[in-house]
């Protein structure tokens, strides 16, 4: 069975522009979550999705993180226009509905804003 | 409102020593509690969770830790730490019940001395 997966594992991009990040959640876990560790920092909670819903939204930082879930399976994490603060590693996890303690995370995406 | 602390942001110990990862918590409701292990380059995995059934709880790759309520605690051991060990180690906090955010600690990198 695949892993949480996530894209790019690296992204470097200037100041203003724009990023998307895209986690695929294990087949069959309706529950999607994202997070991000600043450096040397606690990994801090972004959002969470039941299927293509927003469930919890709680823990985005600003407008200009936009979270998405189509049709319920990938997800998308855009940036726009990025800002130096949000360098860090975004993580994405997910869970089957019925033990969504149990959270499975991808490798991350490390993103640098210079 | 819950926050985990975890002691040591950086922990060395001899190869067939004992590994001694500390966590401390709060919540304000019965909690679950959860280690995670990131090793280099990978995401993170579900060492072992306590979910409210028996106070020693047993996980992967010969970990333990044991929930202490009367101190807050749930630290993370091992009786012998393998070169394979080497990795970032989290502790995590939920409350109980329906879903609800987890709050992660800063991490404990543990490096193993040969």
């Known amino acids: 069975e695949a892993g949480v997966t996530q894209f790019p594992s690296h992204s470097v991009i200037e100041k203003g522009q724009t990023v998307t990040l895209r986690c695929d959640p294990i087949s069959g876990h309706d529950n999607l979550y994202w997070y991000r560790r600043v450096m040397g920092k606690e990994i801090k909670f972004l959002l969470h999705?039941?299927?293509?819903?927003?469930?919890?939204e709680s823990g985005m930082p600003n407008n200009r993180f936009l979270a998405e879930r189509t049709g319920g399976t990938y997800s998308t994490l855009k940036v726009q226009p990025a800002e130096l603060e949000d360098s860090g590693v975004y993580f994405c996890a997910s869970s089957h509905i019925d033990r969504e303690y149990e959270q499975y995370f991808g490798p991350g995406t490390r993103l640098t804003v210079t | 409102a819950q926050s985990v602390t975890q002691l040591g942001s950086h922990v060395s110990v001899s190869e067939g020593a004992l590994v001694l990862l500390r966590c401390n918590y709060s919540?304000?409701?019965?909690?679950?509690l959860f280690w995670y292990v990131q090793y280099p380059n990978q995401g993170l995995q579900l060492l072992l969770k306590?979910?409210?059934?028996?106070?020693l709880v047993k996980g992967i790759n010969g970990f333990e830790a044991e929930f202490k309520k009367s101190e807050t605690s749930f630290h993370l051991t091992k009786p012998s730490a393998h070169m394979s060990d080497a990795a970032e180690y989290f502790c995590a906090v939920r409350a109980s019940g329906g879903y609800q955010k987890v709050t992660f600690g800063t991490g404990t990198k543990l490096q193993v001395i040969p």
């Open positions: 999705f039941v299927k293509e819903s927003k469930q919890d």
């Open positions: 306590y979910t409210s059934a028996a106070t």
């Open positions: 919540s304000s409701v019965p909690p679950y």
